[in-house]
């Protein structure tokens, strides 16, 4: 029995009778994710920047707490370390002389308040730093060096990534159904992936609803790609009967087109557009890729198959493992005739 259950994603068409009958809501605008329409394309936003932001801001914050937190402490103890200190020196001073501290008679203990500070009468970062972790290890020196140390190491190794993925995480492009050309496509880091509308599968659970598409990899192969779509923009959980209402408009805009399904304007563009620094740029090759991606769906069939039923075959995702499977089972029968022979 298989430990992690396999996903196979089934064919729009299998729900699209039920889909084109769904009643839309009128004068309403679009079910989220879908950010634009007009009477050529309808667009569908990920939830990428909003699980970003309900991610990298808030351990960010937390980090960044920590990391005030400890130098902000250690710096209160540097200053209040070396006021005592000098209140220490200040008071030998005026009970034995300003001159007790050059005296051969003065006592190491006194002698060692003394010695904290340098010629301008300020104790030093380094010099508080040996006293803090070094001359006081038997009352916790030890322990405050391995607690800095480990906190120090743990805001160094996620405070600069988090940083760096909040500036640089780009929103990631739409995923576009072109009605006139009956395709679905969108980019991802210079690679386009596409598919045409007949031939789309979708899978839905209850945290997201995957739609598969395809793409060429670098050595000309075709590779599946999921475009991940969580209408309650929620990352963990947003339910199946969420996606319902986005599948519906969809199917019957690139049925009927925009006049059934939005017939209050000729075009409609979302303001919900969550803050990031750069995006996903359109690759220079945009046309090229597509086409390739297409002209490949049509002359190879290298989809899952299907049964009567139109339901994805467990065998065609898993292919290369029941040939593996055949090749063990092939050396253990020779290996038995070997015996037996």
């Known amino acids: 029995m298989a430990l992690i259950k396999p996903i196979y994603p089934i064919p729009l068409a299998n729900k699209l009778k039920a889909l084109l009958a769904v009643k839309l809501p009128r004068g309403e605008t679009p079910p989220a994710p879908i950010t634009y329409v007009d009477d050529n394309i309808c667009k569908l936003s990920n939830n990428s920047i909003k699980a970003r932001n309900m991610g990298i801001i808030p351990a960010l914050c937390m980090v960044s707490f920590i990391a005030f937190y400890q130098i902000a402490g250690f710096y209160s103890m540097w200053k209040s370390t070396e006021e005592s200190m000098m209140k ?26 003394y010695d904290m500070f340098d010629e301008n009468g300020k104790m030093s970062l380094s010099r508080y730093m040996h006293y803090h972790y070094y001359e006081t290890a038997d009352v916790g020196g030890t322990f405050r060096l391995k607690r800095d140390i480990i906190l120090s190491i743990f805001i160094i190794l996620t405070l600069p990534p988090l940083l760096y993925f909040l500036i640089f995480f780009k929103r990631q492009a739409p995923m576009v159904f072109d009605r006139n050309r009956q395709i679905v496509y969108h980019w991802y880091k210079g690679n386009v992936r596409a598919q045409h509308f007949k031939d789309l599968r979708i899978h839905e659970d209850s945290q997201m609803m995957r739609i598969q598409t395809r793409s060429l990899g670098k050595r000309g192969d075709m590779r599946w790609a999921n475009f991940m779509v969580q209408p309650r923009h929620n990352p963990y959980y947003n339910g ?47 046309e090229q890729q597509l086409n390739a991606v297409l002209t490949h769906l049509s002359e190879n069939d290298t989809d899952i198959p299907l049964d009567k039923d139109n339901l994805p075959l467990s065998t065609g995702m898993d292919m290369s493992m029941s040939m593996r499977l055949r090749r063990a089972q092939s050396r253990e029968s020779n290996k038995d005739v070997d015996k037996n022979g």
């Open 88 to 113: 220490m020196v200040d008071f030998y001073k005026k009970k034995h002389g300003e001159d007790y501290f050059l005296s051969p008679n003065v006592e190491p203990v006194s002698k060692s308040f």
């Open 240 to 286: 199946k009967d969420a996606y319902e209402p986005v599948l519906a408009f969809i199917c019957q805009f690139m049925e009927y087109g925009r006049e059934h399904v939005m017939p209050q304007c000729e075009q409609w563009q979302s303001n919900d557009k969550p803050f990031a620094l750069f995006d996903d740029e359109k690759p220079k090759d945009f």
